[in-house]
């Protein structure tokens, strides 16, 4: 069964430092999205994208967030300049076009800034 | 504005026993809605979703929901719990529009007795 996967795992990083979170949708979605889980706390929705444009972004998703799909595989999200708060569970997914909100997830990637 | 309430931070049952979990939304139309189950160490998986028709939906794992709009609740419910049901469970609510991000509940972590 297709699936999304995401790399690396797990990411520690210095506060001030870029980080990018890879995803590789299942191959025939159309649309991709990111969302986070800081410990303890609800999934929050990030970002979503389509068509090589953002589609739809959350109040969390600001200056320092971006997302590209570089070739026809990848999805990844840039964090300029991680601040402590950014330390959380990053989700990819992915949804066929027709079934937008049917959204498969990726494994996480932990993010962990010092 | 939608919101998705969980209102069990953490259920323990029997293996064996049936399983309710609670799920209360807050939407203006009929929204689609969804429950996902994250086991530890691993992402989200879809259980099921109901975007319209049957207000009872048949999902993976021997898992059902009803849709009940009249209490805007969507609980997840299994007739025997199996020690592999241990995880949490996450319902979360499709906005409709252009809106594609799923909003989430905080979460029910299912604890399995012996």
């Given at each position: 069964e297709p699936e999304v996967t995401q790399t690396p795992s797990h990411q520690v990083t210095q506060m001030g430092q870029e980080v990018i979170l890879r995803c590789v949708p299942i191959s025939n979605?159309?649309?991709?999205?990111?969302?986070?889980?800081?410990?303890?706390?609800?999934?929050?929705?990030?970002?979503?994208?389509?068509?090589?444009?953002?589609s739809e972004k959350s109040e969390i998703f600001d200056d320092q967030f971006s997302v590209e799909r570089p070739d026809g595989s990848n999805f990844t999200l840039k964090i300029r300049s991680t601040k402590l708060e950014d330390s959380a569970m990053y989700f990819c997914a992915s949804s066929l076009q027709g079934a937008i909100y049917e959204q498969y997830f990726g494994p996480g990637t932990r993010l962990t800034v010092t | 504005a939608q919101s998705v309430t969980q209102p069990d931070i953490h259920i323990t049952v029997s293996e064996g026993a049936s399983l309710e979990l609670r799920c209360n939304y807050s939407y203006g139309a009929t929204p689609y809605l969804f429950w996902y189950v994250q086991s530890p160490g691993q992402g989200l998986q879809l259980l099921l979703k109901y975007f319209s028709g049957d207000t009872l939906v048949q999902g993976i794992k021997g898992f059902e929901a009803e849709f009940k709009r009249s209490q805007s609740s969507f609980?997840?419910?299994?007739?025997?719990?199996?020690?592999?049901?241990?995880?949490?469970?996450?319902?979360?609510?499709?906005?409709?529009?252009?809106?594609?991000?799923?909003?989430?509940?905080?979460?029910?972590?299912l604890i399995i007795k012996p």
């Open positions: 979605h159309l649309y991709f999205y990111w969302y986070r889980q800081i410990l303890g706390q609800k999934v929050e929705f990030l970002v979503s994208f389509y068509n090589n444009e953002i | 609980n997840l419910r299994k007739p025997s719990v199996h020690w592999s049901d241990a995880a949490e469970y996450f319902c979360a609510v499709g906005a409709g529009d252009s809106n594609y991000q799923l909003i989430w509940g905080a979460g029910t972590k």
